[in-house]
C-alpha cells in the first residue's frame, strides 16, 4: 500500500493541497524558532543567551501544540474527501490495515516533501526573530543568527512524527466511521482532559501565581490555549448548540435559511471541522493580546522583571505567528472543505434550487460556523483573562476596551465569509449535471 500512497501523490497532487500547506507550514514555524537554539549555542549569558532559549522553547512549544492539532484536523478532512476511493479499495479487497498504511504512508511523504520545502521559510523566519530581539536589546547587537543541526532536526523529526501521528488517528477515525462505530466519547474525553488542564491552569494563576506580578502570565497563557484546543474537539456539540439556538432566525430568512439549517443539522461533524480554526484563532489572539493589555496597564509607573521586556516581546511575536498561521489554516480548511461539496451543490441545483440560493445557504452556515467559533474562542480565552485579571489587577472584570476583541472577531468573520463564497462561487461555475458526475 506504501507503492499506492506514492502513486495517489504523484497523480493526485491537488489533493494533497491542504496537508502540504499546513506541513510546511508548521515546519517553517517549528524550524524558525529552534534555530534561535543553534544562534543561542554560540552566544554567552551576558549576550542574550537565556532571552534566546526562552523565546525557542516558549514559542517553539506553543507552536508545536498548535500545528499538530492543526495537521490533524486538515489530514482527516482530506481523508473523508476519499472516502469513495477507500470505498472502492475495499471492495477489491484491501484490508483496514492496507489501507491504514496507506494513509499513513500518504502523511509521510507529504510531511517530508513540506518540511524540505520549508527550510527556507524556516531559516528567514529565524534571522527575522533573531533581528527583533536584537532591535529590542534583549540580544547583543554582534551576534549572528545560526541555521543548523537543532532547527533542521526539529523541523524534520517534529513534523514527520506529528504527521505519523495525525495519519495513524485518522485512519482509526475512518474505519470508525466506515463500519458507524465512531467513538465521540474518546474525542469528549480528550476534550474534558483539556478543559480540565485548561481549568488547573487558571486556578493556579489566582491562587499560587496571585501577587507574582509578570510570572503569572506562565499559568495565565496556558490556560487559554488549552481550553481553546478542549472546545475545539467540542465543535460538533458547539456548532449543534448554536444551530439550535439561531435555528429559527435563519429558517426565517427563507428557502437558503431551511436549506443551511437542515444542512448544519445532517452534516455537522463535517462543518464542525471549519469551527475549529476559528476557535482557535479567536481563542489565541484575543486571550494573549488582552493578558498583555492588563500587563501593560498593571506595569504602569513600577520596577519591571529585566525579563519583563523579554515576555512582552514573546508575547507579541508568539500571537503574531500562531494568530498568523491559524489564520492561514482557516482558509485552507474552509476552501478544502467548500470545494468537497461540489457535488452536494449539484444536486441541489438538479432539484430546483438557483445558485443565489445555494450562494445563500453556504453563506448562512458560515454565519453560524462564525458565530461558533468566535463564542467558543471567547469562552476560551477567558480562561486567560479573567484569572490574570484577578492575580494582577485584583479585579475579576479588568478594566478593558472591547474594541481589540471586535478587530479579532472581524478578522474571524472576513477570512470566514471571503474563503467560503469565493469557493463556492467557483464551484459553481461547473455545470450540475457535468458537477454531478465528478
Not at 31 to 36: C, I, N, P, Q, T
Not at 112 to 121: C, D, Q, T, Y
Not at 293 to 315: F, H, K, M, P, S
Request: aromatic content about 6%.
Amino acid at each position: 500500500m506504501i507503492a499506492v500512497a506514492l502513486r495517489n501523490l504523484r497523480h493526485r497532487p491537488g489533493g494533497f493541497v491542504a496537508t502540504f500547506l499546513s506541513s510546511f507550514l508548521g515546519a517553517a514555524l517549528i524550524m524558525a524558532f529552534a534555530s534561535l537554539l543553534d544562534t543561542a549555542s554560540g552566544v554567552p549569558a551576558t549576550g542574550g543567551n537565556e532571552s534566546l532559549v526562552t523565546t525557542a522553547l516558549v514559542g517553539g512549544g506553543w507552536c508545536l501544540v498548535i500545528v499538530a492539532f492543526a495537521v490533524t484536523s486538515t489530514l482527516s478532512l482530506a481523508v473523508r474527501r476519499r472516502s469513495e476511493q477507500i470505498a472502492l479499495l475495499r471492495r477489491a479487497g484491501a484490508t483496514w490495515p492496507q489501507i491504514g498504511r496507506m494513509v499513513v504512508g500518504e502523511a509521510a511523504a507529504v510531511a517530508l516533501l513540506a518540511s524540505a520545502a520549508a527550510v527556507p521559510v524556516g531559516w528567514l523566519l529565524g534571522r527575522v526573530l533573531v533581528s527583533l530581539l536584537k532591535d529590542t536589546g534583549q540580544v547583543a547587537s554582534d551576534v549572528s543568527p545560526s541555521f543548523a543541526v537543532i532547527a533542521l532536526g526539529m523541523g524534520f523529526g517534529v513534523t514527520l512524527l506529528g504527521s505519523l501521528a495525525a495519519g495513524i488517528a485518522t485512519a482509526r477515525r475512518v474505519r470508525a466511521a466506515s463500519t458507524r462505530r465512531e467513538r465521540p466519547r474518546l474525542r469528549r474525553a480528550g476534550a474534558v482532559l483539556f478543559l480540565l488542564m485548561g481549568a488547573n491552569c487558571s486556578v493556579l494563576t489566582v491562587t499560587i501565581m496571585d501577587g507574582r506580578g509578570i510570572d503569572a502570565m506562565q499559568t495565565a497563557g496556558q490556560a487559554g490555549i488549552w481550553a481553546a484546543i478542549g472546545l475545539a474537539l467540542l465543535a460538533p456539540e458547539l456548532l449543534r448548540l448554536v444551530t439550535v439556538v439561531l435555528g429559527p432566525l435563519v429558517r426565517a430568512s427563507g428557502v437558503a435559511g431551511s436549506l443551511a439549517v437542515t444542512g448544519v443539522h445532517s452534516r455537522t461533524r463535517q462543518l464542525a471541522s471549519a469551527v475549529m480554526p476559528v476557535l482557535l484563532f479567536t481563542g489565541v489572539a484575543t486571550g494573549t493580546v488582552y493578558m498583555q493589555g492588563i500587563e501593560d496597564r498593571a506595569a504602569e509607573g513600577q520596577v519591571q522583571a529585566a525579563y519583563a521586556r523579554d515576555i512582552q516581546t514573546l508575547n507579541y511575536v508568539v500571537v503574531g505567528m500562531i494568530t498568523l498561521f491559524v489564520a492561514i489554516m482557516l482558509v485552507n480548511t474552509l476552501v478544502a472543505a467548500t470545494a468537497h461539496r461540489r457535488r452536494e451543490f449539484a444536486q441541489h441545483r438538479l432539484a430546483g434550487a438557483t445558485r443565489g440560493q445555494v450562494l445563500a445557504m453556504v453563506s448562512l452556515e458560515g454565519v453560524l460556523i462564525t458565530v461558533t467559533g468566535v463564542l467558543g474562542g471567547l469562552a476560551a480565552s477567558m480562561f486567560t483573562i479573567l484569572p490574570f485579571g484577578s492575580a494582577r489587577a485584583d479585579r475579576l472584570w479588568p478594566s478593558a476596551s472591547p474594541w481589540a476583541f471586535a478587530v479579532i472577531a472581524l478578522s474571524a468573520v472576513a477570512l470566514t465569509a471571503s474563503a467560503t463564497i469565493h469557493t463556492t462561487r467557483r464551484t459553481l461555475r461547473t455545470p450540475a449535471t457535468t458537477a454531478v458526475r465528478a
